[in-house]
């Protein structure tokens, strides 16, 4: 899903987000829509950043494909679906999912590789630099991994890291927070 903003229009920043364990509890492998569940405060912490002027991107690893766990048709749906869970509560709308269905060990093989759009890699971040027109000083990634904060750094934006039980704290992020929500008392950066 994505609705590409004209190059020619005005560069905006871009609010780069992980999907699991951001927007949605990360119960491991999340595919169906049934097992889709926002986390507080995201709707309307989105409709905020989208005010803001700012792009609405998700950029996942979904090594669940790689894994034989799911489809990517599985991936595109549930993205649909969460898109519209989220313009429905609260009128946001997501700009654009970009995701990686690759893994190096994967048991699928045309999608065992090692490759630069699974994060920390960056190629995802660079497609949608292709897709849209983003000002990219005043972007930034929040998630909830290290590969999260490494992506940031490597693609030279501000990393928010969520804390999490579930996954060790970066020794770098531009800073921790406990929500999504906590990254708009940091702006504008």
């Known amino acids: 899903m994505s609705a590409k903003n004209n190059k020619t229009q005005a560069p905006r920043p871009?609010?780069?987000?992980?999907?699991?364990?951001?927007?949605?509890?990360?119960?491991?492998?999340?595919?169906?829509?049934?097992?889709?569940?926002?986390?507080?405060?995201?709707?309307?912490?989105?409709?905020?950043?989208?005010?803001?002027?700012?792009?609405?991107?998700?950029?996942?690893?979904?090594?669940?494909?790689?894994?034989?766990y799911f489809r990517e048709d599985d991936v595109k749906a549930f993205h649909h679906e969460l898109a519209l869970q989220i313009t429905s509560m609260s009128g946001a709308k997501i700009d654009a999912f970009y995701?990686?269905?690759?893994?190096?060990?994967?048991?699928?093989?045309?999608?065992?590789?090692?490759?630069?759009?699974?994060?920390?890699?960056?190629?995802?971040?660079?497609?949608?630099?292709?897709?849209?027109?983003i000002d990219w000083e005043k972007s930034f990634f929040v998630g909830d991994r290290s590969s999260d904060i490494d992506c940031a750094i490597n693609a030279k934006i501000?990393?928010?890291?969520?804390?999490s039980d579930q996954y060790e704290m970066h020794a770098a992020p531009f800073a921790n927070i406990k929500s999504l929500g906590d990254v708009l008392s940091h702006l504008p950066l």
């Open 158 to 163: 501000k990393g928010f890291q969520i804390h």
């Open 99 to 133: 995701y990686c269905p690759h893994h190096p060990d994967a048991k699928v093989l045309e999608y065992k590789k090692v490759c630069d759009c699974r994060k920390p890699g960056i190629a995802l971040l660079n497609q949608a630099r292709n897709d849209f027109s």
């Open 14 to 68: 871009a609010a780069f987000l992980d999907r699991d364990g951001v927007l949605i509890f990360d119960s491991g492998y999340v595919f169906k829509s049934d097992d889709l569940k926002i986390l507080p405060g995201v709707p309307d912490t989105l409709k905020k950043l989208q005010d803001l002027g700012y792009l609405l991107i998700v950029i996942s690893n979904q090594a669940g494909v790689a894994r034989g």
